[in-house]
């Protein structure tokens, strides 16, 4: 196997990690696969605000999952491309439906995972966005 191959699989078991870690709220495995400490970490989620968000303020919406009561997420589509030797992009479709005390919700939402290699594979940028359910007829 390739050292390239063997990076590739590394990184796509990360990828397909956190659909896991968060249906059954995991989330110290979650936190292993970001590297939210680093300054340089942020994401734009697809929950309100919106708003681009850094590693303390992940975080917290990791450690919110424990008001999730169920979670599942079909991740789809997932494409792998190395930028550089140490710097990879993961894109994909992520087909979700999450219960929480305040009712259910399900949709779609497009992503992109940047991960750089410090010693092992890390989320350093991810961006989320919903996609607007399509409209009959």
């Known amino acids: 196997m390739r050292v390239q191959d063997e990076e590739r699989e590394k990184i796509l078991s990360r990828v397909m990690a956190v ?10 495995r ?10 340089k970490f942020s994401a734009f989620e697809d929950v309100p605000d919106y708003s681009l968000v850094d590693g303390s303020r992940f975080r ?24 550089a030797k140490d710097v990879a992009l993961v894109t994909g479709v992520d087909d979700w439906r999450i219960e929480t005390g305040g009712g259910v919700s399900k949709g779609r939402s497009r ?8 010693g092992s594979w890390k989320v350093i940028h991810e961006h989320f966005t919903r996609i607007p359910p399509q409209k009959d007829g």
């Open 111 to 118: 992503f992109t995972i940047v991960f750089w290699r410090r």
């Open 30 to 39: 979650i936190l292993k696969i970001y590297d939210s400490f680093d300054p």
């Open 60 to 83: 917290r919406f990791i450690e919110e999952l424990s008001e999730i009561k169920s979670a599942s997420i079909d991740r789809q589509n997932v494409r792998l491309d190395f930028l």
């Open 19 to 28: 659909p896991e870690a968060i249906s059954t709220k995991k989330k110290s």
